[in-house]
């Protein structure tokens, strides 16, 4: 996956204490040292084969992971994704937990409500703790008259109350960052560029003819509304990654909401090194509303090119995954300035109070994704 690391993690020793002062909230913060030895979960990853990499990483640098089948045309098909996970759980239940999807085709049709059910019913036995829905609902499914089909389309309304009734949270991956409706040259960090410039189908600057970004927005947002006791996790930052006040607007509207911060750390970073108490602040503010994920992926080796994130070499995921999570850590966790190639610049970490960290790296995916009982 796009990737800023390697680059000297500098901890600042000391630093937090001696800025406390000037803090509009304070509090002890946890060092790089304390990385391993704090109970961490990542809420977003995607396990795409079944070597034990992502396992090993993971017990290593003691994390919990929620893999999350996806319904992406260049992942593998939605029941080797099952099965990678099931396989996955059963080797080590303590440390890989998953969440299963639904695929759209026949959406709308006879049945399709059912079979859809049933299969999550089916996932939910086998372990899942949520369901996922992608951007293809928005942006690439259509329904017989030719219109994109939303989130908010009536014909998902049964699914969701399956998910209500049963207290099954509904990860949502809606629209995308911000910047993919700007032209490559305006975007605000490198890892959304490359992308963009790779993916020119899904880069929204060059297609007008699709959804807007607000128009994304404002479906996902009267979904959300109309579904109160269904528990939402906004994947991506709710894709409002380009702005903490954006982002705290959605929250205070919506209590059930919360969002994961996968691949959209350097957003983050972005405009900590704009605004750093602003940014400080929100996540303090919000930090019942915020899981720590970041959609690392272990392609198998053979994996199409054009994955979202570039497969990695064998071998050399486990020191990927450990490099970005210490990096993150680093940033999140203590006051120390790393470089970000992502977006240019050093960012200097944001030193959350440790009881902060502790709940955005682990209580709060452990009240939102509790075992459900199947
Ligand atoms: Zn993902």
């Not at 369901?131 to 259509?142: H, S």
């Not at 970004?213 to 509304?225: H, I, K, N």
């Not at 528990?231 to 380009?242: P, Q, R």
């Amino acid at each position: 996956m796009a990737c800023a690391l390697g680059l000297g993690l500098v901890a600042a020793a000391g630093a937090a204490a001696a800025r406390a002062d000037t803090m509009p909230y304070t509090g002890e913060a946890y060092t790089d040292a304390d990385f391993i030895h704090v109970r961490k979960f990542d809420a977003h990853v995607h396990a795409n084969t079944a070597d034990h990499d992502f396992l090993r990483v993971a017990r290593q640098d003691g994390f919990e992971v929620l893999s999350i089948n996806v319904d992406y045309p260049d992942f593998p098909p939605l029941n080797v994704q099952a099965r990678i996970a099931h396989a996955l759980q059963a080797a080590d239940p303590a440390h890989f937990h998953f969440a299963t999807t639904f695929s759209m085709k026949g959406f709308g049709g006879l049945g399709w409500t059912e079979r859809t059910n049933r299969r999550i019913d089916a996932e939910i036995r086998k372990g899942a703790l949520a369901v996922k829905v992608w951007k293809n609902i928005g942006m690439v499914e259509k329904d017989a008259a030719g219109h994109f089909i939303m989130l908010d389309d009536p014909g998902f309304d049964a699914v969701m109350a399956h998910l209500e009734a049963r207290h099954i949270p509904l990860i949502a991956h809606q629209g995308e960052p911000k910047n993919c409706w700007l032209p490559l040259e305006a975007m605000t960090t490198e890892n959304d560029r490359s992308y963009f410039r790779d993916h020119p189908e899904y880069h929204m600057y060059l297609h007008p003819e699709q959804p807007s970004y607000e128009t994304l927005m404002a479906a996902r947002d009267r979904f959300v509304a109309h579904h109160p006791h269904l528990t939402f996790v906004g994947a991506h930052m709710a894709s409002l990654e380009w702005s903490v006040d954006a982002l705290a607007t959605f929250l205070d509207a919506y209590p059930n909401a919360v969002v994961d911060l996968a691949a959209r750390m350097t957003q983050v970073q972005y405009q900590s090194n704009a605004d750093y108490d602003k940014v400080r602040e929100f996540f303090i503010k919000y930090q019942d509303r915020i899981l720590y994920g970041t959609d690392l992926t272990e392609d198998p080796p053979s994996a199409a090119e054009r994955a979202q994130n570039p497969p990695i070499e064998a071998g050399a995921f486990r020191h990927e995954a450990d490099a970005f999570w210490r990096s993150d850590w680093t940033y999140l966790a203590t006051a120390g300035v790393q470089h970000i190639d992502a977006i240019k610049a050093d960012a200097k970490g944001l030193a959350l109070p440790k009881p902060v960290i502790d709940k955005i790296y682990y209580a709060n995916a452990k009240t939102v994704f509790k075992r459900i009982a199947p």
